[in-house]
């Protein structure tokens, strides 16, 4: 390939993780100098992107930057032509609503197909709630997985929490989750009425911003004093002791309510924060 076909690079770009953090505060000069050279992006909703370029100091008119838009309700068919600025030889920036581009964002299909195509991916430095969360919760870090969103019917939920800590006990690994605003409350009281009293359940919100609170307690010590849930984007953690949970008859199906479930989109501006 020549030089003068070589395509661009895809620019993952991170963003603060609510309205009232200044870009300058949360990403290194290089992240805004990165994303000042770009004018041309793809992102889920071009308005609070242009806010959000506007305020990182981009040199160029707003009015002059191209955006396209990826939000869950793309369909994939569309992917492969967000790719054509890149296939032009333009360098290109994935924005998501809140903190970094393809964690549980639909960005993840776009650098899915920029793979596919041979197209440089280059992820830059910015907040990710789920590695702060991990890193004040002193939980595991040399284990760790994240299960996404739970289920939002109460049964499924249940279940699902059950199977978590089930896999925290056996592998010693924490276990992350993130929630819609409006169900932290409901999330955190089916953790306590489910989870075995020694398992350390973690909840942080609004983590790099004013009102930031993250705290580790067994179950048993959340039970007699829980915290009062912000209805703001928060990141829950567990790790449960050894052999903790029910355990599954051999040959049993896994039902539909205790199998893995697919990301849901949580709805409203920064509502993801990842």
Known sequence: MSSAARPGRLF????????????????????????????????????????????????????????????????????????????????????????????????????????????????????????????????????FAFAGYLPAQPGGRVARLRELERRSGDGDETVLWIETPYRNRQVFEAALAVLSPETRLTVASQLTLGEQAVATRRVQDWRTAPPELPREPTVFAMLAPPGTGPRRTPGRAVSEATSPTPRRPAPGRGSRRR
């Open 12 to 143: 993952l770009i991170p963003t603060p993780l609510g309205a009232a953090s200044e870009p300058q505060g949360v990403l290194p000069a290089d992240t805004l100098a990165a994303v000042a050279r770009l004018d041309c992006f793809v992102v889920e909703n071009a308005k609070t992107a242009r806010a959000f370029l506007k305020a990182a100091g981009t040199d160029k008119p707003l009015q002059a930057l191209e955006m396209a838009e990826l939000s869950e309700h793309t369909p994939a068919a569309a992917i492969p032509g967000l790719l054509a600025p890149l296939l032009a030889g333009r360098d290109l920036g994935l924005l998501s609503e809140a903190g970094c581009p393809a964690v549980a964002d639909p960005g993840a299909a776009l650098v899915a197909a920029a793979h596919e195509a041979g197209i440089e991916v280059v992820p830059l430095v910015g907040p990710s709630s789920l590695l702060l969360a991990l890193m004040a919760s002193g939980l595991n870090g040399q284990r």
